[in-house]
């Protein structure tokens, strides 16, 4: 049972994207056993991606094995500590070479502190559940997180969407929290993939405005910063890609804003980001990537914290630890990799144009480089 301390507080840590295989980054790990001993969260939250399914390396022997091991590996600094944690998954941890949902949950439960629950097996995806936060006695739930699992990709490979019918269990569960405590009970979502409504945070701006988002898709040759008029500041706020969102809008925001109880949603999925706004009275926030053998934002790796407090429940506090914040660059493990993954761009979609525009002008150089030096045999020629 989760519940505020006796000062009523009650702190989570989000941990997004580690997006790893067996051979799991050292310095993931030594990253989340810091943090977790720099934060002291009641619970820890993944959102998603945790395992790295497309990942070859997983498929070397036995897969259902090699995933295991993944997850045992990113898991432990958490065992160590005994910090009851959940978690929802992403597009990539059963993709390709991982093994099942199912059996992932399975090995996530074997861990006294797993809160984490198959939920409704007809609803889309797995692990669709909630998790109740009672007073310091223990008897009157005061607030409620939701885990939502925003699925994987649609058969043409775009952001697969949550659906109806996991719209219809969050609805019914608010209900169900309304009756059993006397009024809507105050909540959090956590999911991987961001609601299309994430793009209301941002602005477009030329390209020459530095920071910026280079977009992609239909967005491509468009870039965009975050819109200072919806965001909330923190001590660490970026934007260094645009958001993955589904095409099509399932209406999750507006269910979500219908009764007031829910105070804000977390993303993770866009590795590159990190960033908290409001927008038509709902909060959303990013935790960037925090896995080292993945695309991400250098040593702005991090964990997001959001800090409860019983006396106001209308609101939180929330702020981002850095892997900067703990370690120097002399700390990080096989840095030729590190750098190889920090210069990653963060999709196919991104990397294609770039390898198009690098490929032309290489064609380029390489036609007016063939041409000089048809101009210079010529001219020996006239000589």
């Known amino acids: 049972m989760l519940k505020f301390n006796e000062n009523g507080k009650f702190r989570i840590m989000q941990i997004s994207d580690i997006q790893d295989t067996q051979f799991?980054?050292?310095?993931?790990?030594?990253?989340?056993?810091?943090?977790?001993?720099?934060?002291?969260?009641?619970?820890?939250?993944?959102?998603?991606?945790?395992?790295k399914g497309y990942g070859t390396f997983l498929a070397l022997g036995n897969r259902e094995k090699n995933t295991e091991k993944t997850i045992r590996n990113f898991m432990k600094p958490l065992a160590e500590r005994n910090v009851p944690f959940t978690f929802v998954f992403g597009n990539h941890d059963a993709q390709a070479f991982a093994s099942s949902k199912e059996k992932q949950l399975a090995v996530y439960q074997s861990y006294p502190s797993c809160l984490a629950e198959a939920g409704d097996r007809e609803l889309a995806?797995?692990?669709?559940?909630?998790?109740?936060?009672?007073?310091?006695?223990?008897?009157?739930?005061l607030f409620n997180i939701y885990l939502i699992d925003s699925l994987s990709a649609t058969p043409s490979g775009k952001c697969d969407?949550?659906?109806?019918?996991?719209?219809?269990?969050?609805q019914n569960t608010r209900d169900r929290l309304k009756e059993e405590n006397g009024g809507y009970v105050k909540s959090l979502v956590f999911q991987h993939i961001p609601v299309p409504e994430t793009w209301h945070l941002l602005k477009q701006v030329p390209k020459s405005h530095k920071p910026h988002a280079a977009g992609y898709g239909k967005y491509l040759d468009k870039f965009f910063t975050i819109d200072e008029?919806?965001?909330?500041?923190?001590?660490c706020d970026f934007l260094l890609e645009t958001p993955g969102t589904p095409d099509e809008n399932s209406g999750e925001f507006d269910v979500l804003r219908e009764k007031g109880d829910v105070i804000g949603v977390f993303f993770g999925h866009d590795h590159n980001n990190s960033f908290v706004g409001e927008f038509?009275?709902?909060?959303?926030?990013?935790?960037?990537?925090?896995?080292?053998?993945?695309?991400?934002?250098?040593?702005?790796?991090?964990?997001?914290?959001?800090?409860?407090?019983?006396?106001n429940l209308n609101e939180f506090s929330t702020y981002t630890l850095m892997y900067k914040d703990l370690f120097d660059y002399k700390d990080i493990h096989q840095k030729a990799r590190y750098l190889f993954y920090s210069w990653s761009p963060p999709s196919p979609?991104?990397?294609?144009?770039?390898?198009?525009?690098?490929?032309?002008?290489?064609?380029?150089?390489?036609?007016?480089?063939?041409?000089?030096?048809?101009?210079?045999?010529?001219?020996?020629?006239?000589?």
């Open 24 to 51: 799991t980054s050292e310095n993931t790990i030594e990253f989340i056993a810091a943090a977790l001993d720099e934060a002291k969260p009641d619970l820890v939250v993944f959102t998603g991606d945790q395992v």
């Open 125 to 141: 995806g797995l692990c669709n559940h909630n998790i109740e936060i009672k007073d310091y006695k223990g008897k009157k739930t």
């Open 161 to 170: 969407h949550v659906t109806k019918g996991q719209l219809e269990w969050y």
């Open 229 to 235: 008029n919806y965001l909330k500041n923190g001590n």
């Open 280 to 311: 038509m009275g709902l909060t959303m926030g990013y935790a960037q990537g925090v896995g080292f053998n993945v695309y991400g934002p250098y040593m702005d790796r991090g964990v997001r914290i959001i800090d409860l407090d019983k006396n």
């Open 349 to 383: 979609q991104i990397a294609v144009p770039i390898l198009k525009k690098t490929a032309k002008a290489l064609a380029v150089a390489g036609a007016a480089a063939a041409t000089g030096l048809l101009i210079k045999k010529a001219i020996k020629k006239l000589h």
